[in-house]
């Protein structure tokens, strides 16, 4: 068996679950071997050690620690921001924590350098790339995603004014987005401004937790503009 597995996250397993199955068909079609954890799944912890509770983090991360052991898993592989800085920077902190985690969007960017791989839009569109707060401040991944959309055909990729470093959070990280549902829209309402002045056709993003609240934040005041994950609209493209 295989040691790599693929972790979907609470949110893509329960409220975004087309981003979960997503991954997964581009996984298989790409011929990775590899495990699902399924509805055996344990939360993260993210949103725990994020607000302070700390030892009730820690119990979860004792349980996962067990339970990847159990699974003889070496590498994991998530689409949720949140999960990849929460397995590869807050586990360690406090466990002793050996197993890789990759964000997919490092994962998917390694095979398409690799195997030289060529994907198409089916027709010609104008992104913008939005870089969740966990992936680019927390993990400093920021070029992988772009790699990814560079590399599809008839996708012309445009920045924001503030992108990379300098990106202006979803609103939604960090337990704002249940703990401060209005905050949380009002500052989604405003990452969409800033693709807007754009003209893009659709903002991509690469985090479960952006994907629901920029489209929140739209349906709110009536945009047009939608978001998609990077999964999601890679699927589309392969």
């Known amino acids: 068996m295989t040691g790599l597995a693929y972790y979907a996250g609470c949110t893509a397993a329960y409220r975004l679950q087309n981003i979960a199955r997503?991954?997964?068909?581009?996984?298989?079609?790409?011929?990775?071997?590899?495990?699902?954890i399924g509805g055996n799944e344990i939360c993260c912890g993210s949103i725990l050690f994020n607000t302070g509770l700390i030892d009730e983090g820690v119990k979860l991360a004792e349980k996962n620690r067990k339970q990847f052991a159990d699974?003889?898993?070496?590498?994991?592989?998530?689409?949720?921001?949140?999960?990849?800085?929460?397995?590869?920077?807050?586990?360690?902190?406090?466990?002793?924590?050996?197993?890789?985690?990759?964000?997919?969007?490092?994962?998917?960017?390694?095979?398409?350098?690799k195997n030289n791989?060529?994907?198409?839009?089916?027709?010609?569109?104008?992104?913008?790339?939005?870089?969740?707060?966990?992936?680019?401040?927390?993990?400093?991944?920021?070029?992988?995603?772009?790699?990814?959309?560079?590399?599809?055909?008839?996708?012309?990729?445009?920045?924001?004014?503030?992108?990379?470093?300098?990106?202006?959070?979803?609103?939604?990280?960090?337990?704002v987005k249940a703990a401060f549902p209005e905050t949380a829209i009002k500052l989604g309402r405003e990452r969409l401004r800033d693709a807007e002045q754009l003209g893009v056709d659709l903002i991509i993003t690469a985090c479960p937790f952006c994907t629901r609240n920029l489209n929140d934040a739209a349906n709110s005041y009536g945009s047009g503009l939608k978001t998609k994950d990077l999964s999601e609209f890679l699927l589309d493209c392969i």
């Open 71 to 113: 699974l003889r898993i070496e590498t994991l592989i998530t689409e949720c921001a949140g999960c990849a800085k929460t397995f590869r920077k807050v586990y360690p902190e406090h466990l002793d924590f050996q197993i890789k985690t990759l964000h997919l969007t490092e994962y998917l960017d390694g095979i398409i350098k």
């Open 22 to 36: 997503s991954t997964v068909k581009i996984l298989k079609r790409l011929g990775v071997d590899f495990k699902i």
């Open 117 to 175: 791989l060529n994907f198409s839009h089916k027709y010609p569109i104008k992104v913008t790339y939005h870089d969740p707060c966990h992936l680019g401040r927390g993990l400093g991944i920021y070029d992988p995603p772009r790699n990814i959309i560079k590399s599809i055909k008839n996708v012309q990729l445009v920045e924001m004014k503030r992108s990379g470093e300098g990106s202006r959070c979803c609103g939604a990280g960090g337990g």
